[in-house]
């Protein structure tokens, strides 16, 4: 079993900046990807941004240039650096990570969520 640990949600005004981190531990053979969604209140869950294991990472268009994520493989752990922070991007954010077992196989899993509000 593997379990995914969020932390650095909040709130932060707008223009403001947050680091989320994500750690993941467990029975992990290797990771084959970990990134960030979000879900506002009435909306679909998006993808915010993913690191695949050799083929780089990718944004949201509604992020890029604002948002870094980034990863430490010695600790499986993944960022989310988040900077001039938009009202619009208040969210439960979570982290997803796609990993690969003892067994072999490749499962999903995700955080519980944190909360990120942009408010004045």
């Known amino acids: 079993q593997v379990q995914l640990v969020e932390s650095g949600g909040g709130l932060v005004q707008p223009g403001g900046s947050l680091r989320l981190s994500c750690a993941a531990s467990?029975?992990?053979?290797?990771?084959?990807?970990m990134g960030w969604y979000r879900q506002a209140p009435g909306k679909q869950r998006e993808k915010v941004a993913n690191m695949h294991s050799g083929e780089g990472t990718n944004y949201a268009d509604s992020v890029k240039g604002r948002f870094t994520v980034s990863r430490d493989n010695a600790k499986n752990t993944v960022y989310l650096q988040m900077n001039s922070l938009k009202p619009e991007d208040t969210a439960v954010y979570y982290c997803?990570?796609?990993?690969?077992?003892?067994?072999?196989?490749?499962?999903?899993?995700w955080g519980q969520g944190t909360q990120v509000t942009v408010s004045s």
């Open positions: 467990g029975s992990i053979f290797s990771i084959n990807s």
């Open positions: 997803n990570a796609r990993i690969v077992g003892y067994d072999l196989g490749l499962t999903d899993y």
